[in-house]
């Protein structure tokens, strides 16, 4: 290695470092305000608070906030996209992402019709137990296949350290054994599992829900194409999110890292 050109590139390295730690820090301060939102605890707005308006007018203004989000999360999960940011994909669709998701956050608005509301104690405690549990479930999926790589940390440090890219490799830990898609499994539980579902909650429920089946679709293409046949038998043999035992193709093998 050149030391001198190693020398030219620090500032450049540098301010991808920069830059992707701030979009990570900005995400993990979304990330944990969306559970207090969903939740409507420890945060200054929640999903049944602020100011109330026409029911059909909110309704409107809160589809279109889902609407935008699952727009955004479209766009820029397509491979064009991708490689048009180059090196700060991954960190670019961070930020944008929690800004989309702020955005949300600032301009939803409450329809507090109750759909549903648990009065047992025990079974509200299940209940909020269970929206928590789902949280984990996300935290463990990201953390089970590199949480920093999936947020974009992780090729800034590579960059940083001059690290070689590996290529994507195929793995199915732990929970990926069950659902292919245990992050969306755990926002599934987060999102659905609340002792009192008001009718604005339940609309971010189902927006949110019907994203996430679009998005797993969408993001099963790249996979098949990137992994081939190897993740068309894990198509065959692992359901997509809910858990539903499927039969395992005889003498088909997958890497139990």
């Not at 602020?50 to 279109?64: F, K, M, Q, R, S």
């Not at 909020?128 to 990201?142: P, R």
């Amino acid at each position: 290695m050149n030391p001198q050109k190693h020398s030219n590139n620090l500032p450049a390295k540098l301010a991808v470092l920069v830059y992707s730690s701030g979009c990570y820090l900005i995400f993990l301060a979304t990330f944990l305000y969306l559970m207090g939102f969903v939740g409507s605890v420890l945060v200054p707005k929640g999903i049944n608070e602020g100011p109330l308006i026409d029911w059909p007018l909110a309704t409107l203004i809160n589809c279109v906030l889902i609407l935008l989000f699952g727009v955004q999360h479209s766009v820029m999960a397509r491979k064009s996209f991708k490689n048009g940011l180059a090196a700060f994909e991954r960190s670019t669709y961070v930020l944008l992402s929690s800004l989309v998701l702020a955005l949300l956050f600032w301009l939803w608005h409450p329809i507090t019709y109750m759909v549903w509301s648990v009065e047992t104690a025990w079974a509200r405690a299940l209940l909020t137990g269970l929206s928590w549990l789902g949280w984990g479930i996300v935290l463990l999926a990201t953390l089970l296949i590199s949480h920093f790589e999936l947020f974009g940390l992780k090729q800034a440090i590579d960059r940083w350290r001059d690290a070689a890219q590996h290529a994507p490799t195929f793995r199915t830990p732990l929970l990926y054994k069950i659902v292919r898609h245990p992050l969306y499994l755990g926002f599934l539980i987060a999102f659905w599992a609340t002792p009192d579902m008001t009718a604005g909650h339940l609309l971010f429920a189902v927006g949110l829900t019907a994203y996430i089946f679009i998005g797993a679709h969408i993001e099963e293409k790249d996979l098949v194409v990137l992994f081939g046949e190897r993740y068309r038998q894990y198509q065959r043999e692992v359901s997509m999110i809910v858990p539903v035992p499927k039969r395992r193709s005889k003498g088909s093998k997958k890497d139990s890292e």
